[in-house]
């Protein structure tokens, strides 16, 4: 018999997106309150996603992938 297949982490799997060629990519922090206090240019560089520098091959695993 062979080994039953892994689950995907749900938590891990809304907060992280794995790219084509193998990146890990998750959304940057501070953009979703009091955004009318901050100014216009800091606004554009929270938007978007940015590459993870850490944990890399913890959060592939969770995701099965």
């Not at 606004?43 to 590459?51: D, L, N, Q, S, V």
């Amino acid at each position: 018999m062979s080994m039953p297949k892994m689950k995907t982490h749900r938590a891990t799997a809304k907060r992280f997106r794995i790219t084509r060629t193998g990146k890990v990519l998750h959304r940057k922090a501070t953009g979703n309150h009091m955004l009318t206090k901050k100014s216009s240019s800091r606004k554009r560089r929270i938007e978007g996603m940015a590459e993870v520098t850490a944990e890399r091959k913890v959060i592939r695993r969770l995701l099965g992938k």
